[in-house]
């Protein structure tokens, strides 16, 4: 089956532009995250969502970033006037429930942001 | 100090050879434990959970020390299509569905032939 997907794959944004990074979970899971990675570090948590409740978003950099799951599915990130150390590959991962059990995460392939 | 710190190698090893890692984290309180693998310019993959009891899947073999707050890897006859980064992650509560994972900055293994 699919799994989820990310939009763009590449981003080149010019320095105080908005950018909107997409996120497509795989179908059915409850559990979205979103997670910064930049080069030669490891991933980093930015916000989670059960359905559309945004539970956490302790990780958000600044208040220059924002994330949204409306309906549930889909998720925004959006990064207002962006700065140079935005640069970096923006991982979404899903999974099926939220309770607290052991689940597996699965990512996406990232969205590659180069602010210029 | 970052809450998981793994040695970022990189670890050049011959194929056919038998390597490990560490990782040690500093949240005490952390619950559940895992090993990903990235590859170049992919995403992280689960590779494996780590379990008290140590567990085993095949070539790979993970332990936690819950005493020292460390985890390992160990990676027996390695192959070429080991070489990839090994990222360390932990949560601080029962599981990675509901929260969100605390990654090292991983361990990058070369098996060279």
């Known amino acids: 089956g699919a799994g989820v997907s990310q939009s763009p794959r590449y981003k080149v944004a010019k320095r105080g532009q908005d950018v909107a990074l997409r996120c497509d979970p795989i179908s059915g899971h409850v559990s979205l995250f979103w997670y910064q990675q930049a080069l030669g570090q490891g991933p980093e948590f930015l916000t989670y969502?059960?359905?559309?409740?945004?539970?956490?978003k302790s990780g958000l950099p600044s208040d220059r970033f924002f994330a949204e799951r409306p309906e549930g599915s889909v998720s925004t990130l959006k990064i207002q006037r962006t700065q140079q150390e935005d640069s970096a590959v923006y991982l979404c991962?899903?999974?099926?429930?939220?309770?607290?059990?052991?689940?597996?995460?699965?990512f996406g392939p990232g969205t590659r942001l180069l602010v210029l | 100090r970052k809450e998981v710190e793994q040695d970022p190698g990189p670890f050049n090893v011959p194929e056919g050879a038998t390597v490990a890692f560490n990782c040690t984290y500093s949240?005490?309180?952390?619950?559940?434990f895992f090993w990903y693998r990235q590859d170049c310019r992919k995403e992280p993959k689960l590779l494996m959970s780590?379990?008290?009891s140590g567990n085993e899947d095949g070539r790979f073999t993970a332990q936690l020390n819950r005493a020292s707050q460390y985890i390992s890897l160990l990676i027996r006859d390695s192959k070429l299509s080991d070489s990839a980064t090994y990222l360390c992650v932990v949560t601080p509560h029962g599981g990675g569905g509901a929260d969100g994972l605390t990654f090292g900055k991983g361990t990058h293994l070369i098996i060279q032939p």
């Open positions: 969502f059960q359905n559309e409740a945004q539970l956490d």
């Open positions: 780590v379990y008290s």
């Open positions: 991962a899903s999974s099926f429930v939220g309770l607290g059990f052991e689940e597996t995460q699965y």
């Open positions: 949240n005490s309180a952390s619950q559940s």
